[in-house]
């Protein structure tokens, strides 16, 4: 497990994403939540029209509770801190597709696909 502290910026993925805010995956499995109000500095009324399950973005960890699940913001992070973060060797995190639910995407195929079988 990496030896990751407060103020640190790391990258995560999306893996759920719920009205109060997202659940991240982040390296060695490690999870954590970005709160809704850490999103971005201004009122967040739709959270699915900033973030999508499956993709990777920075944040700022700002709690790492007993557990080692991390409470992380995006707004925190200032545009120095991204410069640099862009310039360090720690980047992408491997994310395990078990992770993310297709449930959504799969009901939108098959009903695309139906409905090309009626037409013929």
């Known amino acids: 497990m990496l030896d990751i502290k407060v103020g640190d910026i790391i990258e995560g993925t999306i893996i759920q994403i719920k009205p ?9 499995g490690q999870k954590g939540l970005l709160h809704i109000s850490e ?17 990777t973005y920075q944040v700022k960890v700002i709690e790492i509770m007993e557990d ?7 707004s925190r992070i200032t545009p120095e801190e991204r410069s640099e973060f862009r310039n360090s060797a720690i980047k992408r995190t491997p994310i395990d597709p078990q992770y993310i639910d297709f449930t959504k995407l799969n009901e ?13």
């Not at 109060?20 to 060695?28: E, R």
């Not at 999103?39 to 993709?55: C, D, E, P, V």
């Open 20 to 28: 109060y805010g997202a659940i991240m995956l982040f390296i060695d």
């Open 39 to 55: 999103i971005a500095n201004s009122f967040i009324r739709n959270i699915k029209r900033y973030l999508t399950i499956g993709k």
């Open 68 to 74: 080692n699940f991390l409470k992380v913001s995006m």
């Open 108 to 120: 939108l195929i098959e009903s695309y696909t139906s409905g090309k079988k009626d037409e013929n």
